[in-house]
């Protein structure tokens, strides 16, 4: 799962190039991004919004939102404090990359829903494998499973 974010992350290369990140920054601020979307959505699962989770890949439009605001929001600060890119250079970064690299990561974990990169494997995965997010999710009725 991580490697399949990281790889996502890492076609946005071009954004990272145009910014003003010095050349020896750009492999560390792409493993950055993919650090924040981890710790936001293993976050959420930790407080016990799952069902929030869930809802921002089946495409709920104001969880979509609003994650990825926090997403963005904790990467352009990152990139402020440990890449010394001022708060407009870093929001301008953090708002062209975050919100491409989830969408393409919403999709793709869309179209393998069955397989274990799918969603319910990544949550698993975000939890450390202590719940099984499929049968946690049928036995609420949430989700169908075809």
């Known amino acids: 799962m991580f490697e ?7 076609e946005s290369e071009q954004a990272f190039q ?3 990140l010095g050349q020896n920054s750009l492999r560390d601020a792409m493993h950055e ?7 936001v959505l293993k976050s959420q699962i930790d407080h016990g919004k799952a069902k929030d989770v869930m809802s921002y890949f089946t495409g709920k439009q104001s969880n979509y939102q609003g994650l990825t605001k926090a997403m963005t929001n904790k990467y352009a600060h990152r990139l402020n ?8 250079d870093a929001r301008a970064l953090s708002e062209n990359v975050i919100p491409a ?10 179209e393998e829903q069955q397989q274990e990169n799918g969603v319910f494997g990544m949550m698993n995965w975000l939890s450390g494998n202590t719940v ?3 049968n946690f999710f049928l036995k609420l009725n949430v989700v169908s499973v075809a």
């Open 4 to 10: 399949k974010l990281n790889q996502i992350v890492k």
């Open 18 to 20: 145009a910014s003003n």
């Open 33 to 39: 991004a993919t650090g924040v979307i981890v710790d």
């Open 81 to 88: 404090r440990y890449f010394n890119l001022d708060m407009e």
């Open 101 to 110: 690299v989830m969408t393409k990561f919403v999709k793709q974990t869309r």
């Open 132 to 134: 099984n997010f499929e």
